[in-house]
Each structure stands twice: as C-alpha cells, then as structure tokens.
T-cell receptor, first 112, second 109 residues
Framework: EADIYQTPRYLVIGTGKKITLECSQTMGHDKMYWYQQDPGMELHLIHYSYGVNSTEKGDLSSESTVSRIRTEHFPLTLESARPSHTSQYLC???????????FGNGTRLTVT | GQQLNQSPQSMFIQEGEDVSMNCTSSSIFNTWLWYKQDPGEGPVLLIALYKAGELTSNGRLTAQFGITRKDSFLNISASIPSDVGIYFC?????????FGQGTELSVKP
C-alpha cells in the first residue's frame, strides 16, 4: 500500500500570497499527479510527472506550477493566490502505467 | 477530451439493500478503477480491473470491466451505514486517469 502525505491539510490565506502545497510519497513511485476537486465533484488532473525533472500540464488549465527534483517529492506552487483557487488539491502516485493511483488526504485551500 | 458518464448521480437507499452504479465512455480504457471518497479525505481504491470482461469482488463489492472496454459497473450488496460516501469510477489509459462525476450514496439505517 502506498504511503503518500500531503501538508497542510487545511490552509486559509489572503489574496496575493504565494503558497506551496507539499506532497511526498515513500514508495519510490515514478509517477505522481495533482488533481483539483471542488466539493462533491469529479477530480480534474492539473499536473503530472513521470519521473525526476519531468512535469506536464494536465487536462484542466491551472495557474499553479510544479517541480520534481526528487522522486519522492512533488510540490505545487501558486505564485499569487486568488479566491478562484479555492478548492481541494489531491496528490497521487503510481508505480507504473496502468497501476492504480494512490491518493493523499488532500489540502483544502481557501483564499479570502 | 475523454469523458466518463457515471450514473446515478446520487442514491438514497435503506440499509440491507443492494446498490448498482455504472460508468460509460466513448473512449476505450486499459484499466477501470473504482474509488470511494469520504468527506475531507482522499479517494481510496476499492477495486481495480485490468481485462475486458473481468469480474472482481472485494467483500460485498463486485465490479466488472465491460467487454467493449468502454464501461464498468460496481455493485454493493447488503449495504450498511458505513457505505455512505461518494463513489468514483476512473478509466486509465497510458498512465492518465479520467474520473467520472461520482455517485453519492446515502444509507438509511
């Protein structure tokens, strides 16, 4: 079973602040993902990475950026947060193509 | 882009009843996954299906990978209150996962 950790669990910040959402996994998975989810709605892929120094944009356009300097770490950054960024952000990892994704518990972000 | 249609959107059932939900797509997938999400938590994998026609059980849950590779269903037998939550199907192709809209299940004791 994958161990994948997201911090913080909850974050309330003001407009214009720069924030970084952390995601770490201890299973050595090459593939990592960020999904955005509004309450009770479907998940939308915003970023993914197939390995170190590889990052791609997902299907849903996002103003956030990601980096993958280490296999276990896949942080997501918002340079200037806006109320429209209020959402839940879920990180996931998988071992290989067509392996199930394992999710963290998410970061619920509120921008005031 | 690729889309999954999941139905029903919500269900209100009595404890002990059986539940069925399904997903269809115009796209072919290599893998179908079913997840359950509790409020404030991340989705948790319930069942993974890897071959067309595959029927897999996990306790009271049974899921099938459609023969056309474009659909899947999930059945829950003898529902209990802790089955409450949102169930998501997901189709996987080339490492990317596309999610359905979710089925919100409510169980009355």
């Amino acid at each position: 079973e994958a161990d994948i950790y997201q911090t913080p669990r909850y974050l309330v910040i003001g407009t214009g602040k720069k924030i970084t959402l952390e995601c770490s996994q201890t299973m050595g998975h090459d593939k990592m993902y960020w999904y955005q989810q509004d309450p009770g709605m479907e998940l939308h892929l915003i970023h993914y990475s197939y390995g170190v120094n590889s990052t791609e944009k997902g299907d849903l356009s996002s103003e956030s950026t990601v980096s993958r300097i280490r296999t276990e770490h896949f942080p997501l950054t918002l340079e200037s947060a806006r109320p429209s960024h209020t959402s839940q952000y879920l990180c996931a990892s998988s071992a290989r193509n067509n392996s199930p994704l394992h999710f963290g518990n998410g970061t619920r972000l509120t921008v005031t | 882009g690729q889309q999954l249609n999941q139905s029903p959107q919500s269900m209100f059932i009595q404890e002990g009843e059986d539940v069925s939900m399904n997903c269809t797509s115009s796209s072919i997938f290599n893998t179908w996954l079913w997840y359950k999400q509790d409020p404030g938590e991340g989705p948790v994998l319930l069942i993974a299906l890897y071959k067309a026609g595959e029927l897999t059980s996990n306790g009271r849950l049974t899921a099938q990978f459609g023969i056309t590779r474009k659909d899947s269903f999930l059945n829950i037998s003898a529902s209990i209150p802790s089955d409450v939550g949102i169930y998501f199907c997901a189709g996987q192709l080339k490492g990317k996962l596309i999610f359905g809209q979710g089925t919100e299940l409510s169980v009355k004791p």
